[in-house]
């Protein structure tokens, strides 16, 4: 499993200049750490009741769909690149949303963009 710590527990607040569109950076994130999750992975009981188009027949000609999709590890490798690449654009994005706005000074930009940017490095 990946460490999806780094992109669940965002908090934004204040700006606004993006109308908080940094957020959707996240979301992006969150989805390729879904994909990074299942890659292979027995499907559950309830991810095989939502493939209502399926029937038992359907996983007895094809049991591969029992699982989901199994990427190769190369293809995992740049989708773990791309989760860091798109948590370090969120914050940019957030912190320049927060000077554009009038949040935050160029001092305090630079600051809290460097603390943010430790941080994510930490986790």
Not at 43 to 70: A, F, G
Not at 80 to 95: F, G, M, P, S, T
Request: proline share 2%; charged share 40%.
């Amino acid at each position: 499993m990946v460490d999806d710590s780094k992109t669940r527990n965002r908090k934004i607040m204040s700006g606004g200049k993006f109308n908080y569109d940094q957020r959707r950076i996240g979301y992006i994130a969150e989805a390729i750490i879904d994909e990074i999750n299942k890659s292979g992975r027995k499907k559950t009981r309830q991810e095989l009741k939502d493939e209502h188009w399926h029937d038992y027949e359907w996983y007895k000609k094809y049991p591969e769909d029992l699982c989901h999709y199994k990427y190769p590890d190369e293809v995992i490798a740049k989708f773990k690149d791309a989760v860091n690449i798109l948590n370090i654009a969120e914050v940019y994005a957030q912190r320049i949303d927060w000077l554009l706005s009038g949040d935050d000074g160029e001092e305090s930009f630079l600051k809290r963009l460097d603390e943010d940017l430790e941080k994510l490095n930490k986790q």
